[in-house]
């Protein structure tokens, strides 16, 4: 009998426009890329600290057609003054669903990994973050604790990963 989580599947929607709205009983948990739960490896710099050197930069997109600004966490890799540390991006949480949405700029090849605490049961998984700006991870155990841990790859040309926002899906317990 395999572990729940192996039966995991990631996988990439192309963003659809319809929204559903129905009685669900699902809720949405939405932590901006800045949340502090997002841990950020090296740290994130403050933009106006300007004596912070970090291979994760912020920015603020601002939408070509109408929408409100995002702040998005942004790497191209490591740097020197940043002691060449590899970027990478944790979170620990209980959700059934995880939706890590990036930037329409970023194209860099990223591991994807999931961790279930206690069963230890870990996944791995190589994303082109180019192909969509979804990336999502489900049938994940509500009973367990799960790590997120997203691992920057350096390719044969520049690239760069960026984070919107991650999304989680809990079951409502009313
Ligand atoms: C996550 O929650 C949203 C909103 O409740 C729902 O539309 C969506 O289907 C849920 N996703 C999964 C995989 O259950
Ligand atoms: C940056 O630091 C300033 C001053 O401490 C604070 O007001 C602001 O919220 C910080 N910005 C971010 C993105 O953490
Ligand atoms: C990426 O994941 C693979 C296993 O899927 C592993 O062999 C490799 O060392 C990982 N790379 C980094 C930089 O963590
Ligand atoms: C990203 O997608 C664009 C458009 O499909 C393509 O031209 C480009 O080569 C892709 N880059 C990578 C790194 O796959
Ligand atoms: C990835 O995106 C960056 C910034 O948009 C661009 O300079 C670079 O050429 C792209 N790399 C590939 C391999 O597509």
């Not at 999931?114 to 009973?143: M, R, W």
Request: net charge negative; proline share 6%; hydrophobic share 40%.
């Amino acid at each position: 009998m395999p572990h729940r989580l192996s039966w995991l599947f990631l996988s990439f929607y192309l963003l659809i426009s319809t929204v559903t709205l129905t009685v669900s009983a699902q809720q949405q948990v939405v932590l901006g890329s800045t949340d502090p739960d997002l841990v950020y490896l090296p740290s994130l710099c403050n933009v106006s600290n300007t004596g912070c050197f970090s291979a994760w930069q912020i920015y603020i997109d601002f939408p070509s057609i109408n929408g409100t600004p995002v702040i998005v966490t942004s790497t191209t890799g490591p740097i020197p003054q940043a002691g060449n540390a590899i970027p990478q991006l944790f979170l620990t949480f209980r959700a059934s669903t995880l939706y890590l949405r990036t930037s329409p700029l970023s194209n860099a090849t990223v591991n994807f990994s999931l961790t279930a605490d206690p069963s230890g049961v870990t996944i791995t998984k190589q994303i082109n973050t180019n192909i969509s700006q979804l990336i999502i991870a489900d049938n994940l155990p509500e009973s367990q604790t799960t790590t997120l841990g997203v691992t920057f790859l350096q390719g044969v040309s520049s690239t760069r990963f960026d984070v919107e926002s991650i999304t989680l899906n809990v079951t409502d317990s009313r």
